[in-house]
């Protein structure tokens, strides 16, 4: 497989970052790069190493091991007020590997390397996360782009597993399946891994979610046919109604647009899948003098929104009905 260089490293981490609804700037391009991101609500300062990760390669590496070499670095260097992350992309599996900084902020040895099976990027790909433990209490993290920035958030939390061994059974069973313990089952008594065992299920849940109404509507919105990395993963049903579920059917992929106007009922869509046009709000947005570009955004909507090729994919005619209700239309 390719190894990657620096900036192609770099643009992972970005794309992930914009990929998961949050926004970044550069602070240093050069490695190890340094990037504050930031969503709504909050901010980080991020220090990111990062190399490719290959296989252990020779026979006195065992058959499983795959690593990160790390090269031109002589010492990690913790980021005060910050997050320190060191990382590995593998291109085989499409994932990235963390491990933790506070069992490598001594100087490095010659050729240093840090090790990870090839069981747990294989899990992190179809899973999208997965956890090895070293041996040393020392978690090493694999995970597919989408959860980057729950690494973030929480990696300080989502290491220290490491060092409780039925709480890390609980998080690697979360992993395997976010849809099987359930809410008695995670009720662990640590109330911050708890809380990270929660985050790890929602993400994963809403990353798979999103994965798989996006896949359906081929990327593109549903409503206007844009694609351009602008389209989101719509709730039909929110998933805050006690129907609203993460089932494919109740989903729609929709730019950011009109994932809003859909939101704020200003368009929708009927059980015959035909789009409708809130006229009542656009005449009372222009008696308010907020009624410009109201033209263009008729014509650039569909009549029918686009649907998936597989019938059992498409919205659910009885979310539909419910949602619409609920959002206010009387159709
Ligand atoms: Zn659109």
Known sequence: MARLSKPQLLSLVTVAINEAGWRF???????????????????????????????????????????????????????DEGKTL????????????A???????????????????????????????????????????????????????????????????SDLNLLGAVAHDPYAPNDAEIAITDIQRQTTIRSVRQSLRSSNFRARVLSAYDHKCAFCGVQLNLVQAAHILPVSHEAGTDETFNGIASCYLHHAAYDRALITFDETYHIHVNETQIAELMNLNRGGGADQFREALHQIIALPADKALRPHVGYIEIANDLRGWGL
């Not at 060191?86 to 590997?97: K, N, P, Q, R, T």
């Open 86 to 97: 060191i990382l590995g992309w593998s291109d085989d599996f499409h994932v990235f590997a």
């Open 25 to 79: 700037l550069y602070l240093s391009d050069a490695h190890p790069f340094e990037l504050q991101i930031y969503s709504d609500v909050e901010t980080y300062r991020v220090r990111a190493y990062i190399w490719n990760i290959t296989h252990g390669g020779g026979s006195q590496r065992p058959a499983n091991e795959y690593r990160i070499q790390i090269t031109g670095v002589e010492q990690f260097v913790w980021l």
């Open 99 to 165: 491990w933790d900084f506070n069992y490598h902020d001594s100087t490095l040895g010659s050729s240093p390397s840090l090790q990870i099976h090839q069981s747990t990027l294989e899990s992190a790909y179809t899973d999208g996360f997965a956890v090895h433990e070293k041996g040393n209490q020392e978690l090493a993290i694999a995970f597919r782009p989408a959860f980057l920035v729950d690494y973030i958030r929480s990696l300080e939390s989502l290491h220290a597993f490491g060092q409780y061994q």
